[in-house]
């Protein structure tokens, strides 16, 4: 029975073995070879070519995450829809009003963000 997993493990070992070896070599390799002049300009922070406006861990805004999450939703809710639609005719009614709740809860989580404000920017 564990002899069925044994081309699973020899990939898992494989693909760690030669993640490790590149990773090694490439960071030795720019070790021996490149150039190792640090300057302020070099270490400082790139911004679209000014200096940064404030520190990068600053907080978000929490409609950021939630225009986020609204995008996840509705891009998943797309990825069911195309299957749905191709098999629609096999389902049947069934299916037809099983993607109904599914939209339909959709729609109630976009009304609420839409209601408290998270789709407004200033």
């Given at each position: 029975m564990?002899?069925?997993?044994?081309?699973?493990?020899?990939?898992v070992?494989v693909?760690?073995?030669?993640?490790?070896?590149?990773?090694?070599?490439?960071?030795?390799?720019?070790?021996?070879?490149?150039?190792?002049?640090?300057?302020?300009?070099?270490?400082?922070?790139?911004?679209?070519?000014?200096?940064?406006?404030?520190?990068?861990?600053?907080?978000?805004?929490?409609?950021?995450?939630?225009?986020?999450?609204?995008?996840?939703?509705?891009?998943?809710?797309?990825?069911?829809?195309?299957?749905?639609?191709?098999?629609?005719?096999?389902?049947?009614?069934?299916?037809?009003?099983?993607?109904?709740?599914?939209?339909?809860?959709?729609?109630?989580?976009?009304?609420?963000?839409?209601?408290?404000?998270?789709?407004?920017?200033?």
């Amino acid at each position: 029975m564990l002899g069925n997993y044994f081309p699973v493990l020899l990939f898992v070992i494989v693909g760690l073995a030669v993640g490790t070896v590149s990773i090694t070599a490439g960071s030795g390799l720019s070790r021996l070879l490149g150039h190792h002049r640090p300057d302020s300009e070099k270490l400082s922070p790139y911004e679209c070519g000014f200096e940064a406006f404030e520190d990068a861990r600053m907080k978000f805004d929490v409609r950021y995450y939630l225009v986020a999450i609204l995008f996840i939703l509705f891009d998943l809710e797309i990825a069911f829809l195309f299957p749905w639609a191709v098999v629609l005719e096999e389902i049947g009614m069934f299916g037809f009003l099983a993607m109904v709740v599914f939209l339909a809860i959709l729609v109630v989580g976009f009304v609420y963000e839409w209601k408290k404000g998270a789709l407004e920017w200033e």
